[in-house]
């Protein structure tokens, strides 16, 4: 196993654990005890889920979902779950704002298809804005482009949306 020993903390957390092994050598211990068990513990323990951040700014005319950090799996399942909600409270329409994000997973691009349909079927207009560039990617290489309602900005989408609204009541 390959460990990091580039910065100061890590030669230290080494140099530690290494003596503590010498010492440990002199003296009975469990038969399979493994130093780089040990290690991988430890820097597990140590590793920081990326931060993902939800926000959600509610006026007359929108709700705004703006999502900063990472779509991973981790972040997509608390999208899913936030979109899910903000749809069951039927606002007169829902904007997703991804103008913060980091990373799109494959299962960040399902959430999104997934929120679509169920606006659609709750009857709540739904749009999306701020696709930066690696999202922006992800769409246009899985052909998504045409079943998302991607804006510029979220004036655009609130333009689009009331658009939407008034073309209804046309009918």
Aim: charged share 25%; aromatic share 4%.
């Amino acid at each position: 196993m390959t460990w990091r020993e580039d910065d100061a903390r890590h030669r230290e957390v080494l140099a530690a654990l290494r003596a503590w092994a010498r010492e440990i050598d002199a003296v009975p211990y469990p038969p399979g005890l493994d130093i780089d068990a040990l290690m991988a513990r430890h820097f597990e323990s140590r590793r920081e889920e990326p931060v993902m951040e939800l926000v959600v700014t509610t006026t007359a005319p929108v709700s705004v979902l703006a999502v900063g950090g990472e779509l991973d799996l981790t972040g997509s399942r608390r999208l899913r779950s936030r979109l899910t909600e903000e749809i069951g409270l039927a606002p007169r329409a829902l904007v997703l704002d991804l103008t913060g994000a980091a990373h799109c997973s494959a299962r960040g691009l399902a959430v999104l298809l997934e929120a679509t349909g169920d606006a659609r079927a709750a009857g709540v207009p739904f749009a999306i804005v701020g696709c930066v560039p690696v999202v922006r990617r992800a769409i246009d290489a899985l052909g998504l482009g045409d079943a998302l309602q991607l804006h510029a900005t979220t004036a655009d989408a609130v333009e689009w949306l009331d658009l939407l609204d008034r073309l209804k009541t046309l009918r």
